[in-house]
């Protein structure tokens, strides 16, 4: 999913639902890192190249087109190489059913390495990752969300299918829907609409679409499920009824697939405005937002980086955003109904050693 960058680093850590925090400390020069719990304890682990990017869930891409994994289970928790030469990856945390109905909570992450596109999934429960070869995609797509591809030319993949053509910008989820099925969510643009579908084993649906309202004049990317950022600083917001809104004076923004059982599906949308107000909530629900200051990002969730890169996250219950680390060079958080569960925040992120900070 989305990744914010500022600055240069060596830090990486997560917040997870329970209130938790784990932060690895990359130490380049001597090749360790080490974990630092909530209750103190700390871990030696192998390091990680200077200069890498939290690009979802627990992956991490760095300079040198290394795609890591972090191995939290495992004994002692570790980085593992996933692949090398990889030019472009899209990863993201799932926890929910999996295509046999078993319950399954992974990181998942497609990318493209010497050319070739790849998904790969961590174990579940310790069973081994899966990763699956696409043939049909050209070597020089790029990653887009979970299973789809978009090429140079403007055709949108799904898998080894075309499933898009005349494509400007996409976006692809993994996620459950309100009835506890999972699916892929895919929002696509072309110059002159925006669409919103779902795709179930594989096989997209028919899009929903929407007229932009200034036509081809203004160039739009999406942001995430059902929400499209024009560079005008309109940003356009489709419902799962259909509906339109429109919020201008948008700087940046980034919006997720959200649903908890037996409810709606929905989008969460963050954005932040062009004097620096970050706003965040889901589609019908109550707004929140804090002043963070012009020029921060939308990393994902409620996840928010400021040019002071400062990490902030907001809460879903109240009207307030923490920060929850400082020197942040780069942060993608989500926002997961871990095992149908009600929804929290997470971010994972990287960072500055403190000896290394101006």
Not at 133 to 152: E, K, M
Not at 288 to 311: C, E, H, N, V
Not at 321 to 342: C, E, L, P, R
């Amino acid at each position: 999913m989305k990744a914010s960058v500022i600055g240069t680093f060596v830090v990486w850590g997560r917040i997870s639902p329970d209130g938790a925090m784990a932060t690895t400390t990359l130490n380049v020069a001597a090749a360790v890192a080490g974990t630092y719990a909530p209750d103190g304890t700390t871990r030696t682990l192998p390091g990680i190249d200077l200069n890498t990017t939290a690009i979802g869930g627990n992956l991490f891409l760095t300079a040198l087109q290394q795609l890591y994994w972090y191995d939290g289970g495992a004994t002692p928790p570790q980085y593992r190489l996933i692949d090398s030469g990889v030019t472009s990856a899209s990863g993201q945390h799932y926890a929910g059913p999996s295509a046999t109905g078993s319950a399954i909570e992974v990181d998942m992450v497609s990318y493209v390495a010497n050319g070739v596109a790849t998904t790969w999934q961590s174990g579940s429960g310790g069973a081994p990752a899966v990763s699956r070869t696409l043939a049909s995609v050209p070597s020089g797509a790029t990653a887009v969300g979970w299973n789809t591809w978009l090429d140079s030319t403007g055709n949108l993949y799904h898998g080894n299918a075309i499933m898009a053509v005349g494509v400007t910008s996409a976006m692809t989820q993994h996620a459950v829907d309100a009835n506890g099925t999972a699916q892929d969510w895919i929002t696509y643009a072309d110059a002159f609409r925006g669409y919103a579908t779902t795709a179930l084993n594989g096989s997209p649906v028919t899009p929903r679409y929407f007229l932009f309202p200034s036509g081809g004049s203004v160039k739009r990317r999406v942001v995430g499920w059902g929400t499209f950022l024009a560079e005008n600083g309109e940003l356009h917001i489709f419902s799962e009824a259909g509906a339109l809104t429109t919020i201008a004076g948008v700087a940046d923004a980034s919006a997720l697939h959200v649903s908890t059982p037996g409810g709606l599906d929905r989008a969460l949308v963050s954005y932040v405005t062009t004097d620096g107000t970050a706003v965040w909530s889901e589609t019908g629900g109550t707004s929140r937002s804090q002043f963070i200051g012009a020029g921060a990002r939308a990393a994902g969730g409620t996840a928010f980086l400021g040019t002071d890169a400062k990490l902030w996250l907001g809460s879903t219950l109240f009207s307030t955003a923490a920060i929850i680390a400082t020197d942040v060079q780069s942060a993608n958080g989500y926002h997961q109904a871990d095992g149908g569960a009600a929804g929290q925040n997470w971010v994972g992120w990287t960072q500055r050693l403190p000896s290394q900070c101006l």
